[in-house]
Every structure is written in structure tokens, then in C-alpha cells.
């Protein structure tokens, strides 16, 4: 009797034209989105035919394949992002004048716990010209405005030149080394070609 069912449910599926596994009716579709096509020609009629949906071409199912589909853009826009002069990090137009403020006082906290003489003054917003007629800021010269005001936070380390965040300055300076005569020979040595 089990015999019976299942060659009964076997009689109902519908072979997919891309790979010939079979499904029911309903689920082929489903499947023929991400069911990549073999490299046969496109339009290719399969020899099936379901008695529910018609014939099976590689295009899809003839009554079931009736969307217009839109070509879509190649081209992926990212969404407007404007560069904290704090942090230098990137920031949505809506969320960097939530963002400033925090960071700001995030900074003069850190600031407040760093010795002396790694202190810093508060960092000014940057201002940038108007660029046209009607008033309005270019985006990319704010951008470049405030990442140039983010990196004047940065502190050189005084053995190696490299530029840190203050408080990570103080992290590096435990295993910055000041190089010997022989390393700065080895690496004169090793960029002569």
C-alpha cells in the first residue's frame, strides 16, 4: 500500500529544466530562482511536459513566467556618509549630528585621563567654504576637511615617527624599540636592489 502512495506522489512532480530534479508544481518555481542553468543554448524546449503547467523550456515555465523583469543597475550607490573631524570615521547625513556631540565628550574624557604632557587641545570642527551660488557644501571637500582635522589628533611616537591616538600612542611606546645601527643597516641593505 505504501508502494502505491508514494508512486502516485512520484506521478505528480515536475522535473526542473535546469537540473531534472523533480518537484510539485508548486515548489518549482521556487526552486528555479537560485537552480543555476547547465550550459545548454538559452530557450532550449526540454523534452517534458507537465500536464498541469504546460510545456518546460529553459526559460521557465511558460504560464508561470509572465513578470516583466527590470534590468537591473550594475552600478551600487553607496548611501551619502560625512567624516567625523573628531574620529575620523564615517557617519550617515542623519547620525553624524547625534554622533559629534558623543564623541566630542568621549574625547575630552579620554584626553582628561592621558598624562600631561600627551594632552591635547579640543579639536575644531573645520570649516569649509561655501562652494556654488546657492549655498550648499560640497560633501567630499567637508569630508576631506574634517579626515585632515582627525588625523592633526594623531601624536607621533617619538622613537619610531609612526602616528597614534593618544591613548594608543602609550600602548606602542612599551615595545617600540629605537633601532640599532645594524637593523638600520640590514634595512638600507635589504631595499637596495
Not at 1 to 28: H, I, K, S, Y
Not at 54 to 62: A, D, E, F, H, N
Not at 91 to 97: D, L, Y
Not at 163 to 186: N, V
Amino acid at each position: 500500500m505504501n508502494e502505491a502512495a508514494w508512486q502516485t506522489a512520484q506521478a505528480n512532480l515536475v522535473p526542473c529544466q535546469n537540473c531534472g530534479r523533480t518537484f510539485l508544481p508548486d515548489r518549482l518555481p521556487i526552486h528555479q530562482r537560485a537552480c543555476q542553468p547547465k550550459s545548454r543554448g538559452k530557450g532550449t524546449p526540454l523534452k517534458m511536459n507537465s500536464p498541469h503547467l504546460g510545456p518546460v523550456t529553459s526559460k521557465g515555465l511558460q504560464q508561470t513566467q509572465t513578470k516583466p523583469k527590470t534590468p537591473k543597475s550594475t552600478v551600487i550607490r553607496r548611501p551619502p556618509t560625512i567624516v567625523c573631524y573628531i574620529c575620523g570615521r564615517e557617519f550617515g547625513t542623519k547620525s553624524i549630528s547625534i554622533h559629534e556631540p558623543q564623541c566630542l565628550k568621549k574625547w575630552q574624557i579620554e584626553n582628561d585621563n592621558l598624562p600631561k604632557h600627551l594632552r591635547r587641545p579640543v579639536p575644531k570642527k573645520p570649516e569649509v567654504r561655501k562652494i556654488d551660488g546657492t549655498g550648499d557644501y560640497s560633501v567630499d571637500a567637508m569630508n576631506e576637511a574634517a579626515w585632515e582635522a582627525s588625523q592633526q589628533n594623531l601624536v607621533p611616537c617619538h622613537i619610531c615617527g609612526r602616528t597614534f591616538l593618544p591613548d594608543r600612542l602609550i600602548i606602542h611606546q612599551r615595545s617600540c624599540k629605537p633601532k640599532t645601527a645594524k637593523t638600520l643597516q640590514r634595512l638600507t641593505r635589504d631595499k637596495t636592489f
